[in-house]
């Protein structure tokens, strides 16, 4: 018999990249989902039906909900990747962000005990570089002390200290992955590299004009999504249970970030002005110039990318850099394995072909339209 793994937020970044890495190592894999009204799960389309990859309905914010399912899956690991995971959300809906992030990790531990499966079931916890916030040391490592600055940080600040008190008090295999940012072609499009990658590959192809960003200055150690949910299921392989950071150990400012997809949108920017007033000029357009889209004419001098207050912050987190030399150490982690360039290069292409999938199918259904009107298909 394979082993069985329980994941929360299966129809997240993580939790789809998890779920390919289980099924591929032989694992039965079941994931928590919750009823929306729009029933297609892009990220995980593409495994529903797979004989070894089950869905079930529950929710963080329902203790009973979360032990039936416990109780019926009876799995040998699970990955509590569920949160409400946008920090700057979290300062319009503290209450919920408290609930899921801090409540819901306590929930998710309880009904492992409840099941009686405390002895026999390991616990992944996501926590996230976050707890450091107003950092007192930087780079940050295991013994770095936390200040989290954020609705979000301090309700993920409750998960850790839950998590440990448990495997204290308990006895049980619970450890947290503190997970510096990382992204994918799967992230969700109000992180900041995505954003930024959705906007090169639309401007690029005509189809928007400026992208409006908050702080540039920030400073982020931004990773391959897919390298890391490795190493999640290493922390659970280990052979006692401890928490690890897991970051690059490199370090890029959004500007850098930005910069750099446009780049490979075929787009030279250049910064000038400060705070407010920061713009991003196009020095140079290489772009190719296919006659079927919408960009012949050219973008040098054009404003870009300017700085708008509403994607400022009431507090925020400016100077995130990881050690990865624990999970080096001690998991045998690779945290070189896809590179700063080699992460914007993949997001960015994954974007450009996506908008013009896109666009290709609106200029289908637009001549379809006009067709129709003018009789030519019936
Ligand atoms: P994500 O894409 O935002 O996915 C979050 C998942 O949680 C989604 O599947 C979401 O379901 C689910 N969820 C939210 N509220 C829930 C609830 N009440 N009950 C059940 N499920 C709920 O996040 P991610 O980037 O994959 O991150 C995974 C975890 O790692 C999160 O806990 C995040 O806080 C943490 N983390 C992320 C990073 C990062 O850089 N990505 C770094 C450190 C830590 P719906 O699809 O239904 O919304
Ligand atoms: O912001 C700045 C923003 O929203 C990164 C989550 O996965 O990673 C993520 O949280 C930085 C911040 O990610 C915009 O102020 C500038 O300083 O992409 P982000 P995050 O807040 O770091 C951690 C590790 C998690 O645990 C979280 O779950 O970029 N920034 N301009 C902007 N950010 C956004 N979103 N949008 C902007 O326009």
Known sequence: MGKVALITGVTGQDGSYLSEFLLEKGYDVHGIIRRSSVDFRERIAHLEGKPH???????LGDSMSIVKVVDKVKPNEIYNL?????????????????DVDATGVLRVLEAVRACHLEKTCRIYQASTSELYGKVEEVPQNENTPFHPYSPYAVAKLYGFWIVKEYREAYNMFCCSGILFNHESERRGETFVTRKITLAAARISQGLQDCLYLGNLDSLRDWGYAKDYVECMWLILQNDKPEDFVIATGVQHSVREFTELAFKHAGIELEFKGEGIKEVGICVKDNRPQPSDINHQTSLVGKTLVAVSEDFYRPTD????WGDPTKAK????????KTSFEELVKLMVEHDIAKVAAEGAAAKVRTNLAEYLEKGIVK
């Open 53 to 59: 990859f089950h869905l079930h309905y529950a929710d």
């Open 82 to 98: 569920a949160a409400q995971s946008h920090v700057q959300v979290s300062f319009d809906s503290p209450e919920f962000t408290a």
């Open 317 to 320: 987190v400016v100077n995130l």
């Open 329 to 336: 150490a001690k998991l045998g982690w690779n945290p070189a």
